[in-house]
């Protein structure tokens, strides 16, 4: 128990943490777009079960080193790229986040399956489904990255622990405005492609910095909260009765 007293293992955890947190945060968009397709009562239940499903599975693959280092094995070359099998999951899981959000994005431009009602259609079991197919994929990447960064196991545990807790706890809000505001909500959609593109690009050995990445989505981010911020001054400014817009400003007498 002498890592307790070591200050370093106490920066790891927190640089780790951090670093958790920024990789769920497209997970976090990911679960809260399709349970918002659900009915209101089973939204706050599937994002529950979603990040506690992405909390099991990052265990379950964190002690499951031996496996995952045999994942880095090459199985087959195509055109000169050696394929192995994590490959084939982040290849596999890009392109489902690419036919996902594109589908997404085409109904909310179309309308909502052609005028159907939201979460007609849409169950329980098909939404969990999807998501723990995703989580998968972010959790083998979240699981690579802890293990790149730190040496012992109960740190790489404890940042998990940590950070899917502060999802857990941040999810209704996040998912809350993604849902109020729908320029918001196609911009994360917007993410999710990005970040599809990254994860085929690092299944076939082409690799995006994370950092030009989230640096892109942060930009856009503030560049949306300016537009909103305008918006909802225009909103208010609107709001106010036409009498008091146009009554004249008494002058006062000497």
Known sequence: MDWLTDPEIWIALATLTSLEIVLGIDNIVFISILAGKLPAHQQARARTLGLALALIGRLVLLFSLAWIMRLTTPLFEVFSYEISGRDLILIGGGLFLLAKSTHEIHNKLEGEENGQEAGQGVTFAGVLTQILLLDLVFSLD?????????????????????????????????????????????????????????????????????????????????????????????????????????????????
């Open 142 to 254: 979240s699981v690579i990255t802890a293990v790149g960064m730190v040496e012992q196991v109960p740190v790489m545990v404890a940042a998990i622990v940590i950070a899917i807790i502060i999802m857990m706890l941040s999810a209704r809000a996040v998912s809350a405005f993604i849902h109020r505001h729908p320029t918001v909500k196609m911009l994360a959609l917007s993410f999710l492609l990005l970040v599809g593109v990254a994860l085929i690009a690092e299944g076939l050995d082409l690799h995006i910095p994370r950092g030009y990445i989230y640096f892109a989505m942060a930009f856009s981010v503030f560049v949306e909260m300016l537009n909103l911020k305008v918006r909802q001054r225009k909103a208010r400014a609107a709001a106010r009765p036409v009498e008091l817009r146009k009554m004249p400003v008494l002058e006062e007498k000497p």
